[in-house]
């Protein structure tokens, strides 16, 4: 199992931190999640002297988003940066747009970036990808609406993220539907109520989900894991996770998550 620290996870610890833990826990690789405020190749010469891949980027630009018509401009940032850091993959998550008027429009606008978005990508040798955003507002997270958009943009990809899918779909069918587009994983756990909870969300699926540890949760991602072929398990996977009590250090966390993946093979 290749494990990714996925940064995002670590809050504000600065960056050296995240470096640390990763490799203190066997992780092989990490997604910087936005850029933490540091320039790409400070991060790049970071995981190169820890002896760390950088599996990925995922881009943090609301641009798009928020209806600015210049968005494309914070995406070529984003090439670059994944250019420079050598992520092979770079990660632009559909969240819904802020004047979302219906799914379907949301799909149809993001169809039309991702296309424009992987010519530009693939011209620079990196891989585009998407995933399963799991708000109940998010425009692309079932199996299907996934599809919708990658018949239209041969060329992306997916970074499959089963607890996002699991808010609206059966994360175990949507993988079959989707594996042979999949080139990155995220894993997540939640704890799901029919009942409304504090802290919880109301997802589409129309139950309610709060964050929980991977491992602590009521996912069954052992049984999504064991469905992964031999050549599936090359890819990297980020456990996207942490202590929501805010009671325990990260490593301790991580450590504990990475341990509960492992086992998922055996």
Known sequence: MKICMMSLMMDDSPVEDIVSTAVKCDMQGIDWIGLHGKKSAELK??????????????????GFINGDKNYFDEFKS????????GAKVLMLPPFARKEQTSF??????YAEYFAKGCELAKSCGV??????????????????????????????????????VATADDPLKAFELLR?????????????????KAGYDLKRCGKYYGDATIGEGDMDIRSFWQMTTAAERELF??????????????????????????????
């Open 78 to 85: 984003s090439v670059d940066d994944a250019c420079i850091m």
């Open 104 to 109: 379907a429009d949301d799909r149809k606008r």
């Open 45 to 62: 010469k970071l995981c190169d002297d820890a002896g760390l891949h950088i599996a990925a980027h995922t881009m943090l630009k609301w």
């Open 237 to 266: 996977v980020n456990p996207e996770t942490r202590d929501y009590t805010g009671k325990r250090a990260p490593l301790d966390i991580f450590r504990q998550v990475c341990a509960e993946m492992r086992s998922w093979e055996e």
């Open 127 to 164: 891989q585009l990808t998407l995933e399963s955003t799991g708000y109940k507002n998010s425009p692309i997270t079932t199996a299907g609406e996934c599809l919708e958009i990658l018949e239209q943009v041969p060329d992306l990809r997916v970074t499959y993220d089963q607890g996002n």
């Open 180 to 196: 042979k587009y999949v080139v990155h994983f995220h894993v997540k756990d939640w704890y799901v109520s029919d009942e409304e």
